[in-house]
């Protein structure tokens, strides 16, 4: 049975580190979509504009680094990311399940493509199943199209939540929306 405070203090932590971190940033161009992550630390597309590959990083390493910690926290069959050679095709195994954490896939380019198709029966042949949890659900559609062929199973937005539900017993949205709540009371 998972202690839910330890579990709160743990998230908590990964929130606040990235919290600070953001405080003293502020960065425009057309994407207006919020989601619960950008709540949580009161960052406007406005803002995520001015330099979105920064803030897709730095939101895109928080949300892996919130799953990692909810998997560690709740599961005993939790276990880090899986190397192969110079390779880390995901950031953490439940079980059988090989997951990768993306906070938005919005690059098409081949590199990153083919990466995509190759990780995938890499995981396979060694006996995991590769799942994809991308927090937004604007990816590149060239983008899911190349994992979902590759072989991953992939979740995006409310499925991404309901997946980490079902694995974990944890609501992260709802966790992230009383964070978001909280930050908007303490402005």
Sequence with gaps: MTDQNALHKALEQVLEQ???S?????YDEENNDIDLLMDVFGITPE???ENRQYWGRELGM????????????????????????ADEPCDLTVGNHAIDTKYRIGSG????????KAYAPLLKDAG???????????????????CTAGGWAVFTGNATYQYVYELTGFDIKAYLTAKAAEYKIGR
Aim: some cysteine.
């Design 18 to 20: 990235y919290r600070e």
């Design 22 to 26: 953001f405080s003293g940033k502020s």
């Design 109 to 116: 380019d081949s590199g990153t493509l083919k990466k995509f």
């Design 47 to 49: 803002i995520k504009r």
């Design 128 to 146: 995991y199943q590769p799942v994809l949890l991308m927090l937004r659900e604007d990816n590149l559609p060239a983008a899911i199209t190349a």
């Design 62 to 85: 928080c949300w892996q680094r919130l799953i990692v910690e909810l998997c560690h926290q709740t599961r005993a069959d939790f276990a880090p990311a899986l190397r192969f050679g």
